[in-house]
C-alpha cells in the first residue's frame, strides 16, 4: 500500500516535472527549492469533462496557453479581418515539429485567408509541356506522395536589438511534416519540354500571388502539399493545396496553390519583384536560406530558477541540406563545443539539438552555431560583416536572409537577454 | 573582400569539393529525365484551349499573353481616381497607405536605382506592371478590371514616371516594347544547383 503510494508521488513529481518543461519559461523552482507535496489526487471536480468537442477534435491543456503574436510591428488580424506576418511561439517548442496550428505565417500584402472548397478546387499545370493537366484534389491524392519534414522560414526573419524574445527574433519560422506529390512527378507527367527553365507558381488568393522557381528546384524536391502533421493543410498554411519549395526563402512556398506554368524565362512577376536587385551577391543570397540556429532554451525573456544543471536546447536548419553539426559557446564565441543532434537531421529540416550544461550562477552568453553538410558555416553577426566590408566602407546590414549566431546573455540573476548589439 | 575562417571551414571545403564531384554524374541524368514524355499515370484531365487561356493571367517578359485591348494615358488618369487607386496611393500617386506608385526625384540624370522602389519606374519589364494592376487591383475587387482599363492605368503610370510622353495609348503589341529605364540595369540570379552553397566562396 506505502509502496503504492510512493509510486504515485513518483509519478506526479515526474509528471511536474514535465509539464514545467511545457510552461512559458517562467520562473521555475530548480529541485531542492520545491516545497513538500502532499500525495493527493487533483482537487475534487478538476477533471476535464468529456465533451463532443473533446470527442472530435481534442485541445490542449488550459495550463498551456502558448500562442503566436503578429510579428513586424503590424496588427494581425487588421480591422479588416486581413491576416499579415504571425510568429510561432520557439521558446516554448519542444522536438522539432511546429503544431499546425502555431506554425508562422507570412503574407505579402496583408490577406484574407480564402475560404476553399477542396471539391472546387484545381491545379493547373500548362505552358511548355507535351500534356497540360488539371487535377483535383482527388486526382492529386491518387498520384504516388512522399511525406517530408521541411522547415520554412521568412526571409525577413531577422533578428534586431529591439527584440527581447526568440519569438520575435526567430518566430517567423517553422518546421511541418508534409505529405503530398512531388512537383516533378507531376512535372514528368505533363512531359516538360527540353528548353523551359523556369516554372511559375501561383495561388488562387486575391492577389494571385505568383513567384519564378528554377527548373532544377522544381525537378528536384519541390513538393505539392495536401498534409501538413498528418492532416489537412491549414487554411492560413495554403489549404486545400501548397507548393513547397524547400530551404528557398518562405515567399517561394505558393500557398492556396492553383497553377503551374512553364515557361523558359524568369517571369518578373510581383514577388520576384521584391527579390529585383543589381547586387550579384544580394541576388545569389536571397534565394536558399543559409545555414542557421539558434537556442530556444534558455531564450530571451526566460528566467533561470539558479546555478545547477541546465539542458540547453535549440533548433538548427540550412536550406542547403542536411545539418552535420551543431557548436554550442558558453561563453561568448570564445570557445566551442558539439552539441548533441536529437533525432535525425533531414534536410531542409528544423534539427534539434542540446548540451548538458552546468551554470555557475555568473553571467555569461550563450551562442549556437550550425554547420550545414554542405560545409556552410553559420557565422556571428561579425564575421558576416566583416566579409563584406571594405578598407573603405563598413557593412551594417548582413546580406540576404540574415542566418548569424543569436547571442543569449544570462544574467547572474538567471534572467535572460537578447545580446545582439 | 576578407575571408574570416573558423577552424571548420577547411573540412568544409572538402565536402563541398567532394560533393560537387558526386553530384556532377548525377545532374547530367536528372538532365536527361526532364526530356518530354508522355503521361506514365494518366490521372487528370487534359484542359480546353479556352480554360487554359482564361487561368492564365502570368504575363512574362515577352508579352505573349497580354490579351487584345488598348487604353490610354488620359482614360488612365481617369480610372486612376473613378476605381480608387488614388485612395490608397494618393492621388498624385505618393503619400498613401500603399506603396508608392511615382519615382522619387533624383535630379537630373539620375541612376534609374535612385527613384526608389517603385515598380512602375523600377521594374526591368513593363509587363510586370500590367500584370500585377491585373491580378491585384484594386484593393477588394481584385481582378475586375478589363483589358482596356489595366492597358489604361499602366500608360498612366508610365506617364507619371516619364516613361512615355502625355497622350500615349498602350495595347499588346506596344506595351511589351517599352524600355524600361531598368531592362538591363539589374541581376539575374545565379543558375541554382542541389547540394550547393549558396554564392561560391562564402562560407557561410
Known amino acids: 500500500m506505502s509502496q503504492k503510494k510512493t509510486d504515485r508521488r513518483e509519478f506526479l513529481k515526474r509528471s511536474a516535472a514535465v509539464a514545467g518543461a511545457v510552461g512559458l519559461g517562467a520562473a521555475k523552482p530548480a529541485l531542492g527549492q520545491d516545497h513538500e507535496h502532499t500525495p493527493v489526487a487533483p482537487e475534487p471536480g478538476a477533471f476535464i469533462r468529456g465533451s463532443d468537442e473533446m470527442t472530435a477534435y481534442g485541445s490542449r491543456s488550459r495550463f498551456v496557453n502558448s500562442v503566436r503574436i503578429p510579428h513586424g510591428g503590424r496588427e494581425s488580424p487588421d480591422a479588416f479581418g486581413l ?138 524536391d519541390c513538393l505539392l502539399c495536401y498534409g501538413m502533421n498528418g492532416e489537412p493543410v491549414r487554411p492560413q498554411q495554403g489549404f486545400p493545396l501548397r507548393l513547397l519549395a524547400p530551404g528557398f526563402e518562405g515567399i517561394f512556398n505558393v500557398k492556396w496553390l492553383r497553377r503551374i506554368k512553364v515557361v523558359d524565362e524568369y517571369y518578373m512577376t510581383y514577388n520576384d519583384f521584391g527579390h529585383l536587385t543589381r547586387d550579384p551577391v544580394n541576388a545569389a543570397l536571397g534565394y536558399q536560406i543559409g545555414p542557421k540556429s539558434v537556442i530556444t532554451y534558455p531564450s530571451g525573456g526566460q528566467q533561470l530558477p539558479g546555478a545547477g544543471f541546465y539542458e540547453i536546447g535549440g533548433l538548427a536548419w540550412s536550406g542547403g541540406g542536411r545539418v552535420s553539426r551543431v557548436e554550442v559557446s558558453t561563453d561568448g564565441g570564445r570557445s566551442w563545443v558539439d552539441a548533441d543532434i536529437r533525432g535525425t537531421a533531414e534536410p531542409m529540416a528544423h534539427t534539434r539539438f542540446s548540451y548538458e550544461w552546468t551554470w555557475d550562477g555568473s553571467e555569461c552568453e550563450l551562442q549556437s552555431r550550425c554547420i550545414d553538410e554542405i560545409g556552410q558555416i553559420q557565422p556571428s553577426r561579425q564575421q558576416a560583416l566583416d566579409f563584406w566590408s571594405t578598407d573603405g566602407e563598413r557593412a551594417t546590414f548582413v546580406k540576404g536572409q540574415d542566418n548569424s549566431i543569436q547571442p543569449w546573455r544570462v544574467a547572474s540573476d538567471g534572467s535572460v537577454h537578447n545580446a545582439i548589439s | 573582400m576578407r575571408l574570416a575562417k573558423p577552424s571548420t571551414n577547411k573540412r568544409g571545403t572538402a565536402l563541398k569539393t567532394l560533393r560537387a564531384l558526386l553530384l556532377l554524374p548525377l545532374l547530367v541524368i536528372g538532365m536527361i529525365s526532364v526530356q518530354a514524355q508522355s503521361p506514365t499515370y494518366g490521372v487528370g484531365r487534359t ?135 531598368n531592362r538591363s540595369n539589374w541581376v539575374q540570379v545565379p543558375d541554382w544547383l542541389p547540394g550547393q552553397p549558396r554564392l561560391e566562396g562564402y562560407p557561410y
Open chain 1, 83 to 220: 491576416d499579415f506576418h504571425i510568429a510561432t511561439p520557439l521558446q516554448d517548442s519542444v522536438g522539432e515539429i511546429t503544431p499546425s496550428s502555431l506554425h508562422y505565417m507570412g503574407t505579402t500584402r496583408g490577406s484574407f485567408v480564402p475560404d476553399i472548397d477542396p471539391d472546387e478546387h484545381r491545379l493547373m499545370v500548362h505552358g511548355m509541356v507535351d500534356n497540360p493537366i488539371v487535377f483535383s484534389m482527388e486526382d492529386l491524392k491518387r498520384m504516388p506522395s512522399v511525406t517530408r519534414k521541411h522547415f520554412i522560414e521568412c526571409a525577413g526573419n531577422r533578428s534586431r536589438s529591439s527584440h527581447t524574445t526568440i519569438q520575435e527574433t526567430h518566430g517567423m519560422t517553422s518546421n511541418a511534416e508534409w505529405t503530398g506529390v512531388l512537383l516533378s512527378t507531376v512535372l514528368k507527367e505533363a512531359g516538360v519540354h527540353a528548353d523551359a527553365d523556369w516554372v511559375v507558381a501561383e495561388g488562387v488568393e486575391e492577389v494571385k500571388g505568383a513567384s519564378s522557381i528554377p527548373m532544377a528546384k522544381a525537378m528536384d
Open chain 2, 47 to 181: 484542359p480546353t484551349e479556352n480554360e487554359i487561356r482564361l487561368w492564365d493571367i502570368a504575363i512574362g517578359p515577352r508579352g505573349e499573353e497580354l490579351p487584345a485591348g488598348s487604353g490610354s494615358v488620359d482614360m488612365g488618369s481617369e480610372l486612376y481616381l473613378s476605381k480608387g487607386c488614388a485612395g490608397c496611393h494618393g492621388t498624385t500617386g505618393s503619400g498613401g497607405m500603399a506603396p508608392r506608385l511615382i519615382k522619387r526625384d533624383a535630379g537630373p540624370n539620375a541612376d534609374p536605382w535612385d527613384y526608389g522602389r517603385v515598380l512602375p519606374i523600377r521594374s526591368p519589364y513593363a509587363t510586370t506592371v500590367w500584370d500585377f494592376i491585373n491580378r491585384a487591383m484594386p484593393l477588394g475587387a481584385e481582378g475586375t478590371l478589363t483589358a482596356d482599363e489595366v492597358y489604361a492605368l499602366t500608360a498612366y503610370l508610365f506617364f507619371l514616371n516619364d516613361v512615355v510622353e502625355d497622350g500615349t495609348e498602350l495595347n499588346e503589341k506596344t506595351l511589351p516594347k517599352i524600355q524600361m529605364p
